[in-house]
């Protein structure tokens, strides 16, 4: 998943962002609310996390005005505000979910994997496209009930490719979900790396799709 993390606190958005990179997902933090909101107009994510107490303009604001746009990003609240009537209006404002600090990390972790889970694409724990299986948890790949060995970035760009499997990706797009706004990445990553997965799982998992970029391939059979 591509995740903002919008926290003020420097300590706990880089550990946000160590934690989440590890399980594969694309991390961009902000600090304010302000950033916040102009990030979020200009970007795609599938998950925000969000701490209330911002500078320049609070995380309700930030989340009113997501909701009253339409957006129906998945978000997080992250906060010190313990109280039941905090909980009660981030939930009813329109956040997903509510976690106070302190907190234990591998509890956001198990909370962003709930998230995740509830896509529309997904079953249970697992991503399936055909006889291609994802397990969300694991991080391992089956095609036709054999694990294949795939590595981080294959795996993100497989789970990329599988959640909007009618989507047209362009390679800038790709670059950006794999490697972040500020990673240099080589010219022909995106090649190598579609190479590797068209290697072990067939030449037509990832199609190419000329003048535009690439999108999945048809389901393989079981």
């Known amino acids: 998943m591509k995740i ?3 926290e003020d606190d420097p300590l706990i958005a880089k550990g946000l962002e160590t934690a989440l990179g590890r399980s594969a997902h694309q991390v961009r933090w902000v600090a304010d609310g302000l950033e916040a909101g102009r990030v979020l107009r200009s970007q795609d994510f599938d998950l925000v996390i969000l701490d209330l107490g911002l500078p320049k303009r609070s995380g309700l604001e930030v989340l009113e005005d997501l909701r009253r746009s339409g957006s129906l990003v998945r978000v997080l609240i992250l906060s010190a505000r313990d109280a039941t009537q905090d909980r009660v209006q981030g939930l009813d404002m329109g956040a997903d979910d509510y976690l106070t600090k302190p907190f234990e990390l591998e509890e956001l972790l198990a909370r962003v994997r709930a998230l995740e889970r509830r896509d529309a ?3 249970r724990n697992s991503l399936t496209h055909g006889a291609l299986v994802l397990d969300l948890e694991s991080m391992e790949v089956q095609l036709a009930g054999v694990a294949v060995p795939v590595s981080r970035r294959e795996w993100a760009l497989l789970r990329l490719m599988v959640q909007h499997p009618d989507r047209v990706y362009a390679r800038a797009q790709i670059e950006q979900a794999l490697y972040g706004w500020d990673e240099p990445t080589e010219s022909n990553a995106i090649d190598v790396h579609i190479h590797h997965l068209r290697r ?9 799709v000329r003048g535009i970029g690439y999108r999945l391939g048809p389901a393989p059979c079981v």
């Open 4 to 6: 903002l993390v919008v």
């Open 121 to 123: 694409h997904q079953a």
């Open 200 to 208: 072990k799982l067939g030449s037509e998992v990832i199609q190419t």
